[in-house]
């Protein structure tokens, strides 16, 4: 069974994720923010992090840079709903630091479902 970190500050959005992942027959661990999402990978590497971008304490361009530096394999895909600037920006510099695909919120469930199967079918070299 894939092991999802899923990284996000809003506990309700984490929630609605997490449970729509867990149908999906993925493990999930929750962390509300950059710091703790890196502590989950130290203890055990997953397979995905899915992860928000703006957020407190370190936030998820940061954080998607930590997660290609330390663990090269692991996939990732950021989400947004925008904040000062439009989501599109945010997403397009989660590209460019490293994700291997990006969700614009708010998304659909079946949208989801789609995009994490795609990520987690191509191996990170």
Do not use: C, H, W
Request: a negative charge.
């Amino acid at each position: 069974m894939p092991n999802i970190v899923l990284v996000d500050d809003d506990e309700a959005v984490r929630v609605i994720v997490r449970m729509a992942l867990e149908r999906m027959g993925y493990e999930v661990r929750e962390a509300s923010n950059g710091r703790e999402a890196m502590k989950l990978l130290a203890d055990r590497t997953p397979d995905l992090v899915l992860t928000d971008i703006i957020m407190p304490e370190q936030e998820g361009i940061e954080t998607i840079g930590a997660v290609r530096r330390k663990f090269p394999t692991v996939r990732v895909i950021a989400m947004s709903g925008g904040g000062r600037i439009s989501a599109t920006d945010y997403l397009q510099t989660a590209i460019s630091m490293g994700a291997d695909a990006v969700l614009a919120k708010p998304f659909a469930n079946e949208e989801l479902e789609k995009l994490v199967a795609k990520v987690l079918a191509t191996a990170r070299a």
